[in-house]
């Protein structure tokens, strides 16, 4: 277990880091980031955020997405990634709580 914290402290340190790299390296962490806050559900057993959630996360997005398009071309990607990077945040914090709480179990 400490072993699994330990890949997740240093693959958020990379997810940082590559905050200030070029959009492949953020890309590549967002994907690393991803497969991080997956095993950690299913480390905790469950799937920490509803569909009914995810959907309305979704449909937020698509409400934002007019406002978007008036953004530079360029730009659009950034905006995306942080979408999608608020979601994993919320996803990793849940899980990371539920996997305490498992360990305070124990």
Do not use: H
């Not at 690393?32 to 449909?59: C, F, H, K, R, W």
């Amino acid at each position: 277990m400490k072993k699994a914290f330990f890949c997740v402290l240093v693959l958020f340190l990379f997810f940082t880091a590559a905050v200030f790299a070029d959009r492949g390296a953020i890309e590549g962490v967002i994907t690393a980031y991803e497969a991080v806050v997956t095993e950690a559900e299913n480390v905790a057993g469950m799937p920490l955020i509803a569909p009914d959630n995810l959907s309305a996360l979704q449909q937020n997005a698509e409400a934002v997405a007019p406002r978007v398009a008036a953004i530079e071309n360029e730009r659009e990607w950034a905006i995306q990634d942080a979408v999608r990077l608020a979601a994993l945040n919320v996803r990793f914090n849940q899980a990371m709580t539920a996997i305490t709480k498992k360990l305070v179990q124990y």
